[in-house]
Structure formats: structure tokens, C-alpha cells
């Protein structure tokens, strides 16, 4: 069954550090997104992205943060300047965009801790 | 931002018995609802969705229910099996098929022999 993929599971970085957390998305999918769960809370929206570019982002998305689809099948989040708090859980998630159930296939996850 | 509310972070559930899993939402414009299950050190999984213009959508074991007046849906999971073990989320959406999901906090579900 074709899945999303993500690397690293875990990255440890020190604070101001940049990070790029990886997604190879399902081949035939159009969609891709990015959430975030901070340990204990709940699973926020991020970004979406399609046609190679931000379809919608949240307001948690802001400058430090960047997307990219590099080449045809890796699907990038980039953190430019690390900080305590955005140490958490990031899932990456495609979808085919159509309206059969609105459903999102997610990845594993890359836990992100910030020292 | 508690726009969809999981109320009971945990359930506990004896095998073979109906779970019951509630969500509640404040914005009226939410048309497309959905659950995930959540296994630690995995992503959450589709389980199932309704769409506001049903009340009820079943697939197997599982039921989901919206009273859309009272702004709440809930997940039935009958009989309920110790796979069945995981953190579910509810999830609502503007459209079928729209970008940005919001989730409920999630409701720890352990199924116990």
C-alpha cells in the first residue's frame, strides 16, 4: 500500500540552527501538507501546497518557515532559525485532492527537539 | 483556537463493548467531519468522515453520528477489540476535500481484556 514517507524520525538541534524536515509524498497525489503536534497538544495545520506553491498556510507558519518541492517527489519544510518551542512532532500528509472522503494519508512523523 | 473539542482525553472500554468517543465544534461553517486513529510513533490513520448533510455513516465496526444543531458527532466502535487501543482524533473541515483540517485535542482509547 503506497504510504508517505519522512526523514529523519528525529532530529536533535540547537537552538538558531536551520533544519529541513523531509517528505517523500504518495506518487499520484497532488496535495501536500504540513502539521505539527507540540507534545500534549493537539495536531495543528501548518501549510498546504499545490501546483508548486502555498495553497493556504496558518498563522503559526510564519517567516522561519518555508516549503518546497524541490524535484518530483521530495516535499521539503525548512526552519530557519530554531527555537524552544518549535520542538514538536511535524507530519507531512498528501491527499489526491479529490472528494471521495476529504482524506489525508499522513506520514510517521519527524520529531524535532530544540535544545 | 477550541474550535472542535474532545472533552474526555481517555476512555477506557472492556472488549466486546460499544466505545463511544465525542467531539464538539463552535464553528457552524465546519461542513465534513472526520476521525483519526493515532498508534504512538505513527501518524494518524483515516478511519471515517461524514459530511454535514447525513447523520450517520457506518463502515464495519464503526459509526460515526452528527446532530448538527447541537454541534456534536461522536465515533461508535462495536464490539470493540484491544487493536482497537490508540489515540482517535475528530477532525472538521470547510468542504469535502478542503486543504486545512482542525483537530480536536484527541481522546486516549484503551480497549482492556
Known amino acids: 500500500e503506497p504510504e508517505v514517507t519522512q526523514t529523519p524520525s528525529h532530529q536533535v538541534t540547537q537552538m538558531g540552527q536551520e533544519v529541513i524536515l523531509r517528505c517523500v509524498p504518495i506518487s499520484n497525489h497532488l496535495y501536500f501538507y504540513w502539521y505539527r503536534q507540540i507534545l500534549g497538544q493537539k495536531v495543528e495545520f501548518l501549510v498546504s501546497?499545490?501546483?508548486?506553491?502555498?495553497?493556504?498556510k496558518s498563522e503559526i507558519f510564519d517567516d522561519q518557515f518555508s516549503v518546497e518541492r524541490p524535484d518530483g517527489s521530495n516535499f521539503t519544510l525548512k526552519i530557519r532559525s530554531t527555537k524552544l518551542e518549535d520542538s514538536a512532532m511535524y507530519f507531512c500528509?498528501?491527499?489526491?485532492?479529490?472528494?471521495?472522503?476529504?482524506?489525508?494519508?499522513f506520514g510517521e512523523g519527524s520529531r524535532l527537539t530544540v535544545l | 483556537d477550541q474550535q472542535v473539542k474532545q472533552n474526555s482525553p481517555s476512555l477506557s472500554v472492556q472488549e466486546g463493548r460499544i466505545s463511544i468517543l465525542n467531539c464538539d465544534y463552535t464553528?457552524?461553517?465546519?461542513?465534513?467531519f472526520l476521525w483519526y486513529k493515532k498508534y504512538p510513533a505513527e501518524g494518524p490513520t483515516f478511519l471515517i468522515s461524514?459530511?454535514?448533510?447525513?447523520d450517520k455513516n457506518e463502515d464495519g465496526r464503526f459509526t460515526v453520528f452528527l446532530n448538527k444543531s447541537a454541534k456534536h458527532l461522536s465515533l461508535h466502535i462495536v464490539p470493540s477489540q484491544p487493536g482497537d487501543s490508540a489515540v482517535y482524533f475528530c477532525a472538521a473541515s470547510y468542504f469535502q476535500g478542503a486543504q486545512k483540517l482542525v483537530f480536536g485535542q484527541g481522546t486516549r482509547l484503551t480497549i482492556n481484556p
Open positions: 500528509a498528501s491527499s489526491d485532492g479529490t472528494e471521495n472522503t476529504g482524506e489525508l494519508f
Open positions: 461524514i459530511s454535514s448533510i447525513k
Open positions: 501546497f499545490y501546483n508548486n506553491e502555498i495553497s493556504e
Open positions: 464553528n457552524s461553517m465546519f461542513d465534513y
